[in-house]
Each structure stands twice: as C-alpha cells, then as structure tokens.
C-alpha cells in the first residue's frame, strides 16, 4: 500500500510540476486586478480580427497587481497592464514596468488624462472618489447637504460619516488626497483632527464601510455618508433589487469634495508580444471596448466619441472641479501622508 | 537485508512529503527573500519604524492569547458535552458548529452584521422592544468583535479534535480507577487529562496559530485602531511597496509563532500512552443526573446562540429583507428567492460570469484534490516518522511553518517562484491545490498522528505473528482504529480548501472562481441585489459544507456498522 502511495504522489507532483512548465502560443497576456470585467462578446470581438486568444489574469487588489509586475520586470508573465491608477502610476513608472506606446487612438482623448510622460502609461477610464449620501435621511430630516469638506466638521453632522484607511483602501486614499488637494500638505491633519472630534468612523475596507455602515445600502447602516464612487448611485440602480425610478443615493460634488482616479493601460516592458500588445491597447481606447467599459466597471470612459448608458446620464452627479495632485507629489509623500492620518486618526 | 528495505522504505515516506514541502514552501520564501535582499537600500535600516513593529508584535501576541484561551473556554467544555453524551439532534449540532470555520472574512462579517450589526436582527427586536433610539449593541471596531469572530470560527477545532480524542477514550481505565476509590475529580486528573493531554496540545496549536495570523477578522471586524504583524505587513507591502520592512515583520511573526508552537508542543504533546482507542464509542453515554441534564442544555444553548444564530441570521438575509426607519422601526418585510434565482443570470454578459454551479464545481475539484493529497501526505509523514525521537519534532514543526508565514508574503513568494515556470496561465490553477495542502497539512497530522501512535505495537505484532501481511494489518488493525481520525481530517482539509479566499484569490483564473471568489466579486459593486446575491451564495457554501459533513460522518458510521455486522458473521 505504501508503495501505491508513493506511486500516487509522486504522479501528482509531476502532474503539477510537467502542468506548470509546458507553454502555449498565440497568446496575449493581459494583467489587470480583480475588479476588471468586460463583456464577453467584446473580447471575443479582438480575438477572432486578430486570431489570438486574450487571457486575462488577475492578481488581487490594484496595489497587489502593480507590486506583481513589478517583482516580475526582469521576466514580465503578461504583455500588457491595466488597472494602475493616478495614486500609483508614479510607482509604476519609476520601476519601469512600461514601455512607452503612441497610441494612434490617443487623438480622441482630452490633454487632461495623458499625464504619464512619454505615454509610457495611456488612460483608459476615469471615476470620482465622493460622499455618497442617503436621501431619505437627508430629507426625513430636514437637514442641509454639507457644500464644502470644511462643513462637514459643523456638528449637525455629528457622526454621520463613515470613511476608509487610507492604508489598506483605495477610495480611502483619494479621499485623503481630496482633503490635501483642499486644505494643503500642513493642512490637512487639522482638518482630519476636527473631522475626528466630530464622530466620524474609520473603517479598514469598502465593503464593511458601503455594506455595514451605510444607510443608504441594503445593508442599512447607521451613517447616512459614505466615502465611495461618484458612480455608485448608478450601481444602485442597475443592481437593485426592485427596479428604481431614482437612485436612493446620490454624490457630493463640491470643489475638492471628490478626488478624481484615472485607470492606465501600459505594454509590459520586455514583452515578446510587442505587436499583438500595441493591438490590444488601441483596442481598450477603441470606442467597442470604451463603450462597454461603463456597465462593467462603473467606471467613465476617457475616449470623447465613446456614448454612456442612460444610466450614467441620468443618476449620476459629475464634479466640475475634482481634486487632483501632481504625480511627484504623491511619490514623494505618500508614506508621510498616510503615516501622519494614522498618527491623528489611531493615536 | 529485509531491514534495510524497511529502512530505505521509512525514509522515502518522510522524504516525499519533505520535497513538496521544499518546492511548495521553502521555494518560494526563498525566492521572496531573495527578491527583498537585491532591492535592499544601502541604509535602509536607518528608517526602521520600530515602534510600528513592537506595537504590531504586541498586539498580535495579545490578541492571539486572549482569543485561544476563550476558544479553550467555550471549546473544552463543549467537547466534553461530545465527547461523553448521546443526545438528540447531536449530529446536527456537531455539524452546524463545524461550519463557521469555512467563512470566508466577508460572509462572517456579513452574518455578525445581519445579527448583531446596528440593523442586525438583535438590535431590531430590541429596539423595537423597548423604543430605543439607538441601537443597543455597537460591537464595530472592538477588541470583543475581534474575539467573538475568533471563538465563532476556532472553537469547531477544539470540538472536532478534542472531542474526538474523549469519545475514543477506554472507559475501562477511568472505570478502574473509580473502583480502586479515586475520587471524580482524581480520576479526571490522573487517568482522563493525561489521556486527553495530546489532542488538547493540537487543538490549543492549531487555534492559536489561526488567531495569530488571522487577517480578516482583524481587518474587517477589528478595524483600523487594531494593526496586528499580518494587518502591517500587508500595509507595507502592497501600499508602499516596503518589501524589507514586510520581511522584517514576517521573519518576527514566524519566529514568534513557531517559538510559542515549539513550547507547547514541549509541555506535554509528546506524551502519547500506547492505549487501544476504541472505536465504538463505548464511553458515550445519555446523560442521567439532573446535573449532567442542566449542563448538556445550557452548553447546548450558548453553543447555538454563539455559532448557530450568526449563520442563521446569514441565512434569514438572504431571502428576507427588512425596511426600517433611521430609528430602527420595522416599515415593511419583503420575502423573496429571487437572490437565489438571479444568481443564474449574466446581467453583465461579463467575460468572466460563470453560473453558481460551476463555482461550485470548481470549488469541490480543488477540495477534493486538496484534502486527498493532505491525507496521503499525512499518512506517509506519520508513518515515516513512527517511533523516531527527536527527528519526529523538528518535522512537525516543519510541517507547522506555512501556519504561522504571512500569507501576503506568501502569496508573493509563489508568484515569484511558479508565475515563470506557469508561463501559460492554463495551468496555473494546479498550484491551488498544492497551496491548500499546505496549509490543511498540519491539520492532518496534529490528527492523524496521535491516533497512529496510540495504536500498541504489540496489537500490529500479534496480527503478524497469526500470519496477517503488512497490508491486512494495515486494513484490519490500523485503519479502523484510526478512522475517526481519518475522517477528521478529511472534514478539515475539505472545509479548509472550500472556505478559503487568500491563496486562491490569485492562483485562480477569472473563469475559474471558486465560490468564495464569486461572493467577493458580488460584494464589490454598490446595489441590493448584488448583496442579496452575495448572501445566498454564502448560503450555497453553507448547504455544501454541511452536506459533506454529514457524507463524510457517514462514511465512519457505515464502516463501523458493516464491521458490527462481520462481526456477528463470525461468531
């Protein structure tokens, strides 16, 4: 028996081992974060014109993502990235994973997204980092929305909101950012401390913030703000449980209330697949792939010629003037940045 | 010559297991270590937040205590409860209260949330009881959240291995000593403890390492003024990228926990006295005395109110929804299955929808592979190593390294090992079960191994001596003395791959999800049904898990029916 054991496992490892070394062709390799959907038949749509198959592989959270490419630079396992964001598209390019693309669909995008240098990294969607609000709450109770952040310290809003760590979440760090764009580098911990003084609750993730703590959800939670997306009254309504005329939810979107995230595509540097990468990318930029991108994502397109659903055009609140830093910036003083809420908000 | 064969034959069983261990774990920390060193600063040590790290370490170390002593608490007692009565619906109690320790992180938060949660079903009935403004339970973000997830997920283990261990115990020996005048207490004392000794060192090892590197709980239940090694090592590694500082953290979180491992496995896990266990459960009995009756309710009543309710009211959430006013009064109660229904639907027509009973598939393929291979690697490990002092715990603590290494660092370490090798993604599921094993291996043989050891030589020699080969002793004397054991660890290894998110979460391909992948993908987007739908997934595991339970604890009942009935063949 023991024998017929040996001979089992030794059968599995070499199944696992001779698995894992055996190679494919004619394939592209898209690496990207567990948040990334498509449609099927818009993929379908590039492989059969190009003849290749597109696989996708995703590798957890976007910072999770980015610190993988990273780690494989030297022996990059994809062709193409999508997902980095402007709050770690500096990391990104300093450790070189990119090669630099000029794109030919890059025409149809506005000056305002193309911000990493040599297009080194081509912007493919963009989405705000907002107060979602409960509206019940807020006419139930006869109560004013807040106009600025600085209002959101008055105490009629006295526990009320609910936001996340910057460190270990990404809406939370831009929603820190928001409150540096707006109040400055030396600024902003004040306001943070007020904002503390004021009752309002951190929480580590999304989920628990949006999902347990939110009125406005189904979780039916005791605050009645959020730090979440600008798109997620739309969310609302498209998965809610009865169809919705209106969306339970909408988004402040006073100046440097929101903090604007911009996803990017890059080749991978060292790609084998350079052609069949510069392919893909055009295609992300394309108006088929920009189109899609909305009811998967719940993100906006970047591409002007790309429509919206109805449902982005009708629940959701666009800001004028979202909050923005320069890439430098937020290199050089993340770690301070978060290291210096942590000390106000924890201590 | 015979006995260099046996020799060479013993050590190829310790052997094969080591050599997955080398490339499944010593591989890849290796690669990671390495990765670290060459991104080193030159003056990097300069910049050592060493109270961000001490803080961490404490808090870690305190939690860990805290949650397994309460889990010993609410365990040992309840696997007395188990180990020493017959009671109705006992089967489905041992069952339910085995399955929290599936959940994934969210799903539990979800089911505290739809129980204790400011609109939880308690604070509801409360609310509405005495007109109360404010929800009377607020346990967000506390050091009791914290504990209480660690209890609800943990105690199972205390239940299964403990309790195992009591109700295979010989009743003869307690009975003996009561005759010869030694008072209840001296006989619990003297003969059971000793007896129990080794099954209690597992369970209090296994719950102990669980707690310390337990992420999720403390993430998402704990909040953000708790930060303990694991929480801080995932900070400094995927927010800013700080491999050196992570690797510090890891070094001290293994070294912590393998220390605290290797003095527990010293005071007493060694001792395992050459007993016969029983297979039959002699010892069970119903409970007579008016005590025993109070006992059995009240630990029966608190095991449900801490393990059952919170899976009930997950259960209630996902076909039932309430409307309430900010002041906790009911407006309307809405039942529906259309969670359940529209699971089946692609409204997305994503690329990577997969319908739930491919999910599910997927998910029992990897348990299935997973627990078989922690089961054969077990076996041969506990075979391999029967009777050789010293060597036998260097190999268990060995085998223990992949329970207290940071996933997060992990997790970093098989992508930089196999991500080349795995060249096309086709493949690389495979290492889901490899990175399952790992973990549920331990498991296997804090169980396994005991329940081998116990087994007298002298019952194995007499069997040769009537002429009985080395493959009937095997199917006669050893596997049915040691099949609770077996089926033990198949429960474990099984529930373990089921549940689990981490590893998974980046070995698996998009149209490859296992069920808990498919509930974070719902809970990632705004809007009720996506959260209904998230709930009866977790359901769906539920059924699953309790489902395989039940199978597996059939299959022991079954063989020891058909032994009973050969048995009765015979004579």
């Known amino acids: 028996m023991n024998k017929k054991m040996r001979t089992i496992s030794f059968g599995i490892l070499f ?4 698995a894992s070394c055996a190679a494919e062709p004619q394939t592209l390799t898209v690496m990207t974060h567990d948040s990334f959907a498509v449609s099927e038949d818009v993929v379908a749509q590039f492989e059969e014109e190009h003849g290749i198959t597109v696989e996708f592989l995703l590798s957890g959270d976007a910072g999770s993502t980015l610190n993988r490419a990273i780690l494989s630079k030297d022996h990059p396992v994809a062709d193409v990235l ?99 764009a707006e109040f400055g580098s030396d600024g902003y911990l004040d306001f943070w401390q007020d904002l503390r003084d004021n009752g309002v609750v951190v929480v580590n993730d999304w989920e628990t913030a949006y999902y347990t703590n939110f009125s406005g959800s189904s979780g039916q939670g005791p605050q009645p703000m959020v730090v979440s997306y600008g798109t997620s009254p739309a969310a609302e309504v498209v998965f809610a449980e009865e169809e919705l005329e209106e969306a339970p939810t909408a988004s402040l979107v006073g100046e440097n209330m929101c903090y604007r995230q911009t996803e990017f595509v890059g080749i991978l540097a060292g790609t084998a697949n350079r052609g069949m990468a510069e392919n893909f990318v055009d295609f992300m930029l394309s108006e088929t792939f920009q189109e899609d991108i ?36 937020i290199r050089e003083k993340r770690e301070e940045w978060i290291e210096g809420w942590r000390e106000v908000m924890l201590g | 010559m015979k006995s260099d064969w046996k020799k060479i034959g013993r050590i190829t069983l310790v052997v094969i297991p080591l050599i997955f261990l080398i490339i499944f774990y010593f591989y890849p920390i290796w690669e990671i270590a390495s990765v670290t060193l060459r991104r080193l600063d ?35 007692p309840a696997a007395y409860l188990f180990g020493t009565y017959r009671f109705r619906g006992k089967n489905l109690l041992k069952i339910l209260t085995t399955i929290p320790f599936i959940l994934p992180t969210v799903v539990v938060a979800a089911g505290f949330n739809a129980l204790i949660g400011p609109r939880g079903w308690l604070n509801l009935l409360f609310m509405g009881l005495f007109n109360l403004a404010q929800p009377l339970i607020n346990l967000q973000n506390s050091l009791a959240a914290i504990l209480i ?6 105690t199972s283990i205390v239940i299964r291995v403990v309790g195992g261990a009591l109700e295979q115990m010989d009743p003869n020996l307690e009975m003996a000593a ?47 003024r708790f930060s303990t090694l694991e929480v801080e090592i995932y900070i400094q590694t995927v927010q800013f990228l700080n491999l050196p500082l992570a690797g510090i953290l890891s070094f001290l979180q293994l070294f912590f926990s393998m220390a605290i491992a290797f003095l527990v496995m010293r005071s007493g896990g060694q001792f395992i006295a050459p007993i016969v266990p029983h297979v039959k459960s002699e010892r069970l009995r119903s409970p007579e005395k008016p005590g025993e009756k109070i006992f059995l309710a009240l630990m029966a009543a608190v095991l449900i109110i801490l393990l059952v309710f919170p899976l009930l009211g997950l259960a209630l959430r996902s076909f039932l929804s309430v409307e309430t006013t900010r002041a906790g009064q009911v ?26 009973v491919e999910a599910l598939r997927n998910s029992l393929i990897f348990a299935s592979a997973s627990s078989i291979l922690a089961i054969l690697l077990g076996f041969m490990l506990s075979a391999g190593i029967r009777g050789v002092k010293r060597f036998d715990r260097i190999v268990e603590l060995l085998i223990l390294l992949p329970l207290g290494t940071s996933a997060v660092t992990l997790g970093l370490g098989f992508f930089s090992a196999f991500s080349r090798a795995a060249a096309s993604l086709r493949y690389y599921p495979l290492l889901i079960p490899a990175a399952h094993t790992l973990i549920a291996l331990p498991f296997v043989m804090r169980v396994i191994r005991p329940a081998m050891e116990s087994i007298p030589e002298s019952l194995k020699d007499a069997a040769k001596m009537l002429g009985a ?47 808990p992948i498919a509930i974070f993908r719902y809970l990632n987007l705004p809007g009720g049904n996506n959260y209904g739908q998230a709930m009866a997934m977790a359901v769906i595991i539920l059924a699953v898990c309790a489902l395989s339970i039940f199978m597996l604890e059939r299959l022991q009942f079954r063989k020891a029916e058909n032994d009973r009935m050969n048995g009765h063949a015979h004579t």
Not at chain 1, 154 to 180: H, R
Not at chain 2, 333 to 356: C, G, K, Q
């Open chain 2, 149 to 154: 997830a660690h209890v609800f997920y943990n």
């Open chain 2, 42 to 76: 030159p003056d990097w040590m300069k910049d050592i937040p060493w109270g961000i790290i001490s803080d961490a370490a404490g808090f870690t170390v305190f939690q860990a205590v805290l949650s397994t002593v309460l889990t010993l608490v609410l365990g040992l």
């Open chain 2, 469 to 515: 080969s080395p493959f009937e002793v095997w199917k006669y004397i050893e596997l049915p003395l040691i099949l609770r054991a077996v089926i033990t660890s198949l429960i474990y290894s099984f529930t373990i791959s089921l549940g689990e998110f981490g590893a998974t979460s980046f070995l698996a391909r998009p149209e490859l999800p296992t069920l």
């Open chain 2, 178 to 224: 009561r005759m010869l005048g030694a008072s209840r207490w001296k006989t619990f004392r003297n003969i059971s403890l000793p007896l129990l000794l080794p099954s209690v060192v597992s369970a209090l090892l296994l719950v102990f390492l669980f707690d310390f590197t337990s992420f999720g709980v403390i993430l998402m239940l704990g909040g953000p």
């Open chain 1, 15 to 18: 199944a696992l081992l001779a």
């Open chain 1, 82 to 180: 999508y997902g980095v964001d402007n709050t770690f598209l500096s990391r990104a390019i300093e450790e070189g994973v990119y090669e630099s693309y000029n794109s030919p669909v890059l025409e149809n995008i506005s000056d305002r997204f193309k911000i990493a240098p040599d297009n080194l990294a081509l912007p493919v969607d963009y989405g705000d980092v907002c107060i979602n609000y409960d509206k019940a709450y807020f006419s139930g109770n006869d109560l004013d929305l807040p106009q600025s952040l600085e209002e959101l310290t008055d105490p009629v809003y006295e526990g009320l909101l609910v936001v996340e760590n910057p460190a270990t979440s990404s809406p939370g760090l831009a929603f820190m950012l928001a409150t540096i």
């Open chain 1, 294 to 329: 909305p009811l998967n994502m719940f993100v906006f397109p970047v591409n002007e010629n790309a429509k919206l659903p109805d449902e982005f055009e009708e629940h959701i609140q666009v800001p004028e003037n979202p909050a923005s830093l320069p890439l430098d910036e």
């Open chain 2, 331 to 356: 407006t309307a109660w809405n039942f529906t299955f259309d969670f359940y229904l529209s699971l089946f639907e692609n409204t997305r027509a994503s690329i990577f929808y997969v319908p739930p």
